[in-house]
């Protein structure tokens, strides 16, 4: 698959989710690369913005099997998994299949399920398989894991420990909308719930293809000791508690590699890097000080403001 294609996809992609989602390019942009990384994505925000319907949407799109999860306090991780069970009929045990077996899950209000249900993902995310009572399962492919948290209420909630945090590939926030787009939101849902007439956009197998095509954008030596450079200060900044991790910087690699695809080049600029950085990194350094309580991006802004960019001539 040329990369040509990847830009295609992504146009498909955006065209079918705005058609319920308005106003929010960008993101439906992001969880694309995500997708195409197989990486998965933290939703942070108020309620009321959209974050269910993006997800019920996006997964749609790619014409997906979706199960939606809404976490609670009372929630088991044999809830998620699924359990083995006798079976009165055939006198033997057999496994019931949890919700986690799907190809997109939504992982709703993900901070108010205890740490161990919590933790229960962590195999999941990282290794697409999971483990109950000593047996280990493969999960669906494609598979991604999309969890939605409400920043603002503490009461009822579990913080999410730094190592659940650090499986996330992007930590997100979709913001109001403008006011143009608040109106057009109104009137199409006072009109027909567009979300029940969505098709799937993508063709069976194009899944793998994409995600071979993405990586063979080149990277300039340039731009890699550019990356190199934005980690490197998020593990000196004094202002931060600690920086990024290896996994962060492979991350933030592939992202940029996936994002400068779906813009239909084959090569890497500093600017995918940027646009990149603040949401692959911010969910994976520690804030201290006047850092903390700020909005999602702006530790990740600073660094990129404190780091020389690299010009054109030299990346080309």
Avoid: W
Avoid at 32 to 52: M, Q, R, S, Y
Avoid at 139 to 168: C, K, S
């Amino acid at each position: 698959m040329s990369i040509e294609k990847v830009k295609n996809f992504r146009g498909k992609v955006v065209e079918n989710v705005s058609k319920v989602i308005i106003g929010k390019d960008e993101i439906i942009e992001l969880l694309t690369v995500a997708f195409i990384c197989e990486g998965h994505v933290l939703l942070e925000d108020a309620p009321g913005l959209g974050k269910t319907k993006l997800v019920r949407s996006f997964a749609k799109t790619i014409g997906s099997k979706f199960k939606r999860i809404q976490f609670t306090p009372d929630l088991l991780p044999s809830d998620l998994t699924g359990i083995h069970f006798y079976n009165q009929k055939t006198k033997d045990f057999e496994f019931r299949k949890g919700p986690m077996f799907a190809n997109v899950i939504l992982a709703d209000e993900i901070n108010r399920a205890t740490p161990r249900t919590q933790s229960s993902l962590l195999e999941a995310m990282e290794e697409q398989q999971i483990t109950v009572d000593g047996e280990t399962r493969k999960l669906d492919d494609p598979y991604m894991v999309l969890a939605t948290q409400n920043p603002i209420e503490t009461h009822g909630t579990f913080p999410l420990p730094e190592a659940q945090l650090d499986r996330f590939f992007m930590r997100i926030s979709m913001g109001y909308p403008s006011r143009e787009d608040e109106l057009d939101i109104v009137d199409r849902n006072l009109k027909m719930d567009v979300l029940e007439t969505l098709e799937a956009r993508i063709e069976e197998g194009e899944i793998h293809e994409l995600r071979e095509a993405y990586k063979k954008v080149a990277v300039s030596e340039d731009v890699r000791n550019y990356i190199m450079d934005i980690i490197e200060k998020t593990r000196q900044d004094q202002r931060l508690l600690y920086g990024v991790s290896p996994r962060g910087t492979i991350a933030l690699y592939k992202g940029a590699q996936a994002y400068a695809a779906i813009q239909g080049r084959d090569f890497m600029i500093p600017e995918d890097v940027k646009t990149m950085a603040r949401y692959i990194l911010n969910h994976r350094i520690g804030y201290k000080g006047s850092f903390k309580n700020r909005h999602l991006y702006d530790g990740i802004e600073k660094i990129l403001m404190d780091i020389d960019t690299p010009t054109e001539s030299k990346v080309g």
